[in-house]
């Protein structure tokens, strides 16, 4: 049972408040959806939580069980268990994503790595997602499509074993099969390994597949509202204005939804 | 493969097959080796310097022939001078890389007949002073030139990048691409300065050059799969010089030089 705690965060980026006194707690087993307006801090969330130095914690707590990782290096924070699946994952010229694999997973099992292992596990996992094969020798992304990238980030987890998987906009850039294809595949995970995942989108269509146990609003760098499912339908019909000032519990909101049916 | 093994200025023919020709000429001020390529072949020279060494290779490629050159320069202070001559219809594919203690090495291309076509592929890791001049002339019509220099400066490491390509008047529909790009590591003073002369307006042509270190994003993201700093720099390092490269051998060797620079 691992867990990721954060309390109480803020965040700047050259001077500007990003994250204002940010608190969540998830758990394995437990799979938390992060929805809100763009620009509200949801990806900064998520970089933070890996570690991205390009952004400065000012106050607060971030915990994976019970150790501090405000101030640990980005591949500690991997090697301990944390996976982020980037909305935007970058290009790397002459990397081939063999190399990268190899390394990253030999990074973390030391003496434990087995090449042989590596290698079927590598092609079982490229087949469960239906990629290319040639896609593994290929460098980093380099002329992958929107989907091909999204579907290289869920190779990466599933390579990595992470015990709290975070995933930004997976379901962006993705056609509806290549959306079946990588939502399915990370409930598999979910299913296999039962780790802890945090999701950011904004479309209820990922959700119908990576189903989500807890419901996030986040504006202006906080969360406003929690709940369950029923609150991506009310963002659905409603949308996120004055959100904050409607008091709703889950059956509220299925009367909400209900009353604008 | 042909092969050729030049220490310092001695030169020793290892293997060459009738499609190449060749003369050396020590009358000049400058000891010579001029090749002629008359049928589609390879040719992997290996260069290694102990002392200061001054030497020209002249390269002449017949009408449609085409070339596959594999060029390693590895040791101490040198001087360098090398022509590639392309004739009608003739192509050549230049892979080089250097890993050299000061150099000054000045590359001449003449794309002297139509549809010739140079591919020019170099990589470098620099701990002392380097300088490469290059200079491309399209003297015909449809010629084709795509020159790609990586260098990565490490330790005392300083690289010049002069690369200057010439159309004239009248050579129209030639193709001319200059991609340059220096990972500096030291803070020492790297230059590039990607030229393009140009007089007629019937040309592709474009340029890019880039000092800098690898990007904070790619870095976060290897990072962010578990590799530490070192084995994800080194892990940049290795894909910058060794893409491009389709031999085994010469990708081994690099590898090997990579590792014992980052031991």
Same mark, same amino acid.
């Given at each position: ?179 079946? $294809? ?27 597949? $990576? ?51 | ?263």
């Amino acid at each position: 049972m691992h867990s990721l705690k954060i309390i109480n965060l803020c965040v700047d980026i050259d001077n500007k408040n990003i994250l204002n006194n940010f608190n969540l707690e998830i758990k394995s087993g437990e799979i938390h959806a992060i929805m809100g307006p763009n620009g509200t801090g949801k990806s900064t969330l998520l970089k933070v939580i890996m570690g991205d130095s390009n952004y400065k914690i000012t106050s607060g707590e971030i915990y994976f069980d019970d150790t501090l990782i405000n101030n640990l290096e980005v591949d500690k924070r991997a090697n301990l268990g944390l996976f982020l699946g980037l909305q935007l994952p970058p290009e790397i010229e002459g990397v081939t994503n063999a190399d990268f694999l190899r390394t990253a997973l030999h990074s973390k099992e030391k003496e434990n790595f087995k090449l042989f292992d590596f290698i079927k596990k590598l092609d079982e996992n490229v087949e469960k997602l239906k990629m290319d094969k040639s896609m593994i020798h290929r460098d980093i992304n380099e002329g992958f499509s929107g989907g091909e990238r999204k579907k290289n980030e869920i190779l990466q987890m599933y390579t990595l074993k992470p015990n709290i998987v975070m995933l930004d906009e997976i379901d962006s850039g993705l056609d509806v099969d290549s959306l079946k $294809i990588v939502g399915e595949n990370v409930m598999d995970y979910y299913n296999e390994y039962n780790p802890a995942i945090l999701v950011i989108t904004h479309y209820k269509r990922l959700l119908s597949y $990576i189903k989500p146990t807890h419901v996030h609003i986040m504006k202006n760098g906080t969360i406003i509202k929690s709940g369950d499912n029923t609150l991506v339908e009310y963002i659905e019909k409603n949308g996120y204005d004055n959100l904050e000032k409607i008091e709703l519990n889950s059956t509220c909101i299925v009367e909400e939804n209900k009353k604008n049916e | 493969m042909n092969k050729i093994e030049i220490v310092n200025d001695n030169i020793n023919i290892i293997n060459l097959n009738n499609d190449i020709t060749y003369i050396i000429d020590e009358n000049s001020l400058v000891k010579t080796l001029k090749l002629k390529i008359l049928k589609d072949t390879s040719l992997f020279i290996n260069y290694n310097f102990d002392n200061l060494t001054k030497l020209e290779v002249i390269f002449e490629l017949n009408e449609f022939t085409n070339l596959k050159l594999y060029e390693i320069k590895t040791g101490f202070e040198s001087k360098i001078r090398t022509k590639y001559l392309l004739e009608k219809e003739s192509n050549l594919n230049v892979l080089k890389f250097n890993d050299v203690d000061t150099i000054n090495e000045n590359v001449v291309v003449n794309l002297n007949g139509k549809n010739s076509k140079i591919n020019y592929i170099f990589k470098t890791i620099s701990t002392s002073k380097e300088k490469y001049d290059l200079t491309i002339y399209h003297n015909y019509l449809n010629t084709e030139s795509y020159i790609k220099n990586n260098g990565v400066a490490i330790k005392d490491g300083k690289i010049k990048f002069n690369v200057s390509s010439f159309v004239e008047k009248g050579n129209k529909e030639c193709n001319v691409n200059q991609v340059n790009r220096i990972i500096n590591l030291t803070d020492n003073k790297c230059e590039i300065y990607p030229n393009l002369y140009i007089d007629e307006y019937d040309v592709n042509a474009a340029h890019s050059a880039l000092i800098g270190k690898f990007s904070d994003t790619e870095m976060f993201y290897l990072q962010s799969r578990g590799i530490n700093e070192k084995d994800a720099l080194m892990l940049l390092i290795k894909g910058f010089i060794l893409s491009d490269i389709d031999l085994e051998d010469i990708k081994e060797m690099i590898s090997k030089k990579i590792q014992e620079y980052w031991r």
